[in-house]
Structures are given as C-alpha cells and as structure tokens.
C-alpha cells in the first residue's frame, strides 16, 4: 500500500542553501498534509501542515506546497541549517482521521 | 510547551507475554492514536481512539491488542501475547478536537521480544 511515497531516499545540500524534499500521494481523499521531522530514537516532531484548500502554506524557513492536479507536495527549508539534518516523513490524512506516512526522506545539510 | 509522554522509553519481553505501553497525551486533546515502526520500515497506524472508543484500527490491530483509557490522563496500549514480529517503536500521538488536525507525537517506547 503505497499510498503516500517519498521517492528520494536522501538529500544532501550545504548550509544556506535551499532544500527541497518531495513527496507523491495517490489517494484523492487525502484533504490534510503534514510534514514531521525525527531524529533516530524520538517520536516525530510535527513542522508544518497545509489544507486541500490551500497551495502554500508558509512557517519561517519552512514552506509546504500543494499540487493537487498532479497529488504531489514539497517542502522547502531556505536557508538549511545543520541542525536541520534528521528524516522528514511526509504525511496525509483524510478527514482528519489516521496519518498515513511515507518512507521518510534523510537530509544531510554540511557545514 | 504541552507535549506527550511515553513510558517505558524501552521494554523487553519474552516471546508469548504481556506487555502495556502507557502514554499520557496532551491534556486538552480528544483524539488519541497508536502507531508503530518496525525498525527500516514505514511509520504505520495501529488505532484511533475518541470518546472512549475505538474509531479506527486497521489489520495491524488484531485480537491481540487492545487500548484503553483507564483515567482522565493515561492511554494504554496492551499487546496480550507478544510475538517477535511485535517488536518495533511504538508511538502514541494525539490531537485536539477541532482542526487543525495536526497530531503530536510522544518520543516512543521501543519493544523488543526476544
């Protein structure tokens, strides 16, 4: 069941740069995105959401954009700091009901 | 900051015994959910709860499982006779009742059977 996917299994950009991170869904009911970031051995830490209704939603250096023409959203992290560095799951729900997750995309940001 | 909490942070058992996994949400939340991660795999939903019962489960959830809120704070999750495949992290999450419907998560609590 891959409902919700997160192609690219990892990123590495420089600090101050830009990062992009993908994520496709299939499921048209999807009406509520999410986007957590974790570090080995703790819970995933909620960053930033957007509505079906929406196509951009922005949070400080965080930015989520939803295409639901082509069910496929991104977040953007400008500039990236190594702090950043952990797994971004992407996730979505319908209804508010339960999260369906990808597979998670690991970032790297170098110093 | 309100947060949720998990305990144990790690559990081990023997194969074929019983085991709760405790967490205490955020307090103004309603929603409550289970979710696990078998280690290399994808964070997958186990169980909502809401107005003390069940609203979702999927096929994960047999039998063997069952959660409860046994006070005004606590959510549990009991797995009544563990198996080896049972060993994951399992996170407890929980949001409010009215959107936006973001769901906060604990840390975990990572069970090994052996």
């Known amino acids: 069941d891959q409902q919700v996917k997160q192609n690219s299994p990892s990123l590495s950009v420089q600090e101050g740069r830009i990062s992009i991170l993908n994520c496709d869904y299939t499921n048209s009911m999807f009406d509520y995105f999410l986007w957590y970031k974790k570090y080995p051995a703790e819970g995933p830490t909620f960053l930033i959401s957007?509505?079906?209704?929406?196509d951009k939603n922005e949070d400080g250096r965080f930015t989520v954009f939803l295409n639901k023409s082509a069910k496929h959203l991104s977040l953007h992290i400008v500039p990236s700091q190594p702090g950043d560095s952990a797994v971004y799951f992407c996730a979505a729900s319908a209804r508010g009901n339960k999260l369906v997750f990808g597979a998670g995309t690991i970032l790297r940001v170098k110093s | 900051e309100p947060e949720v909490t998990q305990t144990p942070s790690h559990q081990v058992t023997q194969m074929g015994q019983e085991v709760i996994l405790r967490c205490v949400p955020i307090?103004?939340?309603?929603?409550f959910y289970w979710y696990r991660q078998i280690l290399g795999q994808k964070v997958e939903f186990l169980v909502s709860f809401y107005n003390n019962e069940i609203s979702e489960k999927s096929e994960i959830f047999d039998d063997q499982f069952s959660v409860e809120r046994p006070d005004g704070s606590n959510f549990t999750l009991k797995i009544r006779s563990t198996k080896l495949e049972d060993s994951a992290m399992y996170f407890c999450a929980s949001r409010a009742r009215t959107g936006p419907y973001e769901q906060y998560f604990g840390p975990g609590t990572r069970l090994t059977v052996t």
């Open positions: 307090s103004n939340h309603l929603y």
């Open positions: 957007i509505s079906s209704i929406k």
